[in-house]
């Protein structure tokens, strides 16, 4: 058996009548970056509790090496209501002691940025609270580092830092790195090593999640049939990945001949051009439009501003600047901003935490109304709205799920099946027996899962998700995004989790110092912007979606040479814009030229041996369309690359 730096010899455990692991041996290598992944429920956190020794199993032993020290960040924190800021995330570090060390520096500056260090943990928001008890956990050194769900409640550009402090923290082949999150793209960045949790035992597989997708696929080919649905959703998720931009990025991982063939009969992940023409007949020509929309908040002196308003982050934790109270008088959540929402658009929306997400989702439904400015909704508009609460589902307090699924239709189409409430809610990841379980017993996970089940039961033709993935696992996160991919309406989506983001939308948008933002390169374009430090008053590129437009906002000050460079980085936004568009349109001429060339093979096989001349010209045609694919992937290859650049 190997020496493991810290490891499971035979563990068994059980909780009541659940068994959770029965006889595992596994461990951690120096060097070591795991990925954690599995359904809720099965163990995940339950494993980390147990390698820190927090938990004692049943059966088997932990081993540790000697002096081994391991850090652990729970879901829950264990800060001291009653502690300071600075008493419980530095620990009563002096100013010049973190901020002499630039690794400190940093990871204060970037987790407690907006925080005062006076300021008692009890009064902190839930957000946070888990930057503090994050930064403690990083400002300290440790041989292992055990995170559990270490980007809940973190925006999009601190879990980018996050990703890159973690592949930084060590030299190459020391620390070890044990990441239990439903974030795919974290789970890429940074692990080199999956274990996968599942009835009772843990399943290694080599790479990040990515190659695991590819490693599991294989695995459940050649399982029971009863492992058909699972596979079917693994297989599709297999085909964004490796046809997405992320895929073309970390190609290296993947056996490309084995997963072309294992991917081969699935279909891309949806059919665009359908689901616009769908929705068009369901929603018209128009669905929201935003017209010199501006949303401000007036703030008395000493007022706290409400949570979706966007606060000043740029500075470091300043305690004599939080102590003074000095706010402006009005924030400005939203700032003149025009976004015309078609029917058929898929949307995605990014932003700093408090940047406005939130209220623009309120002011395209109509609840909130604007400062000024218009908001014009179509007539055959019916809205839906996942939000982050769960309180629709709470107020169905002791009610049966079986109860309340009888409330809807018995029967839905659904990807051209005929399905019911009960069926569909399986497809979510339910028992039957489950049928009969009171809502309020249900967990998390399967709260919001019958809210999306509910809304999507509502048949509504807009639909608008914040923060879609909270409580839910990989596998889950699979099953929704397959649920989304037959959706025939409007979505919009604001996720910090960007490989959701992607999957899901056809465009992603940011919301910048009140103004939005076309991302014609995706989250990548966002990253740049923010770390560039440009600012919404920059030019939006004139972005523009197939049937939206959004209006850009004027460049701001600046230098000549800035302007220069400004006017360079736009025009290379746009033309990876256009780039993007090309790489789509050649996916679908690559289609049909598969569709041609199957047609034409059987034409092939019904004249063999009976006319040659006709075989001929068959044959032909054959070459010529064999010549135009080679060619167009050829092209799609190169754009590809150049919209990753």
């Not at 400190?104 to 839930?126: C, Y």
Request: charged share 30%; net charge negative; glycine share 8%.
């Amino acid at each position: 058996m190997p020496t493991y730096d810290l490891g499971l010899e035979h563990v068994s455990l059980s909780f009541a009548t659940k068994n959770i692991f029965t006889d595992v041996t596994q461990g951690v290598f120096e060097g070591d970056r795991i990925g954690i992944v599995g359904r809720n429920g099965d163990g995940k956190s339950t494993l980390l509790k147990l390698l820190s020794e927090e938990m004692t199993p049943d059966g088997g032993r932990i081993t540790r090496r000697g002096g081994l020290v391991m850090g652990v960040l729970e879901q829950r924190d264990s800060l001291e209501d009653g502690a300071t800021v600075r008493e419980a995330a530095l620990e009563n570090r002096a100013d010049h002691e973190w901020a002499s060390d630039s690794r400190s520096r940093e990871i204060v500056q970037t987790l407690l940025a907006g925080i005062s260090l006076d300021a008692h943990i009890g009064d902190l928001s839930g957000g946070q609270r888990r930057r503090a008890d994050l930064a403690r956990l990083l400002l300290r050194d440790w041989d292992i580092l055990a995170l559990d769900e270490p980007t809940n409640h973190l925006d999009i550009v601190t879990i980018h830092w996050l990703a890159k402090h973690l592949k930084n923290r060590w030299s190459a082949g020391t620390g070890a790195l044990l990441v239990v999150t439903h974030d795919r793209w974290f789970l890429d960045e940074v692990c080199d090593r999956m274990w996968e949790v599942h009835d009772g035992v843990i399943d290694p597989f080599e790479g990040g999640y990515s190659a695991y997708i590819l490693q599991r696929v294989e695995r459940d080919r050649q399982a029971d049939v009863a492992e058909e649905k699972r596979r079917n959703l693994a297989r599709k998720e297999l085909a964004w990945l490796t046809r997405g931009a992320r895929a073309r990025a970390t190609k290296q991982k993947f056996h490309v001949k084995e997963a072309e063939t294992l991917i081969a009969d699935v279909p891309p992940v949806r059919n665009t051009l359908e689901l616009r023409q769908m929705a068009t007949s369901r929603l018209g020509k128009q669905v929201v439009d935003l017209k010199n929309v501006t949303k401000s908040y007036p703030l008395r002196a000493g007022e706290v501003a409400p949570e979706d308003v966007p606060v000043d982050e740029s500075k470091l934790p300043d305690t004599e600047a939080a102590a003074s109270g000095d706010s402006a008088p009005v924030r400005t959540v939203l700032d003149d901003v025009t976004w015309l929402i078609g029917p058929g658009d898929r949307f995605g929306v990014v932003g700093a935490n408090g940047a406005g997400k939130s209220t623009l989702l309120g002011i395209i439904d109509g609840s909130l109304q604007p400062t000024s400015g218009h908001v014009k909704i179509g007539k055959t508009v019916k809205f839906a709205v996942l939000s982050q609460r769960l309180d629709e589902v709470e107020a169905l307090g002791t009610a049966r799920v079986k109860e309340v699924l009888s409330r809807y239709k018995t029967s839905y189409v659904i990807d051209g099946k005929e399905m019911s409430p009960a069926q569909l809610l399986e497809r979510l990841g339910f028992e039957s027996a489950q049928l009969m379980t009171p809502v309020s017993d249900l967990s998390g996970g399967q709260k919001r899962r019958l809210q999306l089940l509910l809304i999507l039961l509502d048949e509504p033709n807009v639909l608008i998700m914040d923060e879609p993935g909270n409580d839910l696992d990989t596998d889950m996160l699979g099953v929704m995004e397959d649920l989304l991919d037959t959706w025939p309406g409007t979505l919009i989506v604001v996720s910090h989790d960007r490989f959701l983001l992607e999957r899901v939308t056809d465009s992603q948008y940011a919301l910048i110092n009140g103004k939005i933002l076309h991302l014609p390169g995706g989250i990548d374009d966002y990253l740049r912007m923010v770390e560039n430090g440009e600012d919404a008053g920059e030019s939006a590129h004139g972005g523009q979606s197939e049937t939206g437009t959004l209006e850009s906002a004027q460049a701001q000050g600046g230098s000549s040479a800035d302007a220069s460079s400004e006017e360079e980085e736009k025009a290379l936004r746009q033309k990876k814009y256009d780039a993007s568009k090309r790489v789509t349109a050649i996916e679908r001429r690559t289609a049909k030229i598969e569709t041609q060339k199957e047609k034409i093979e059987q034409k092939m096989a019904q004249q063999a041996g009976s006319d040659f001349a006709a075989l001929g010209e068959l044959n032909k045609q054959l070459q010529s369309l064999e010549s135009e694919k080679d060619e167009l992937e050829a092209e799609w290859l190169e754009l590809s690359e150049f919209v990753e650049g």
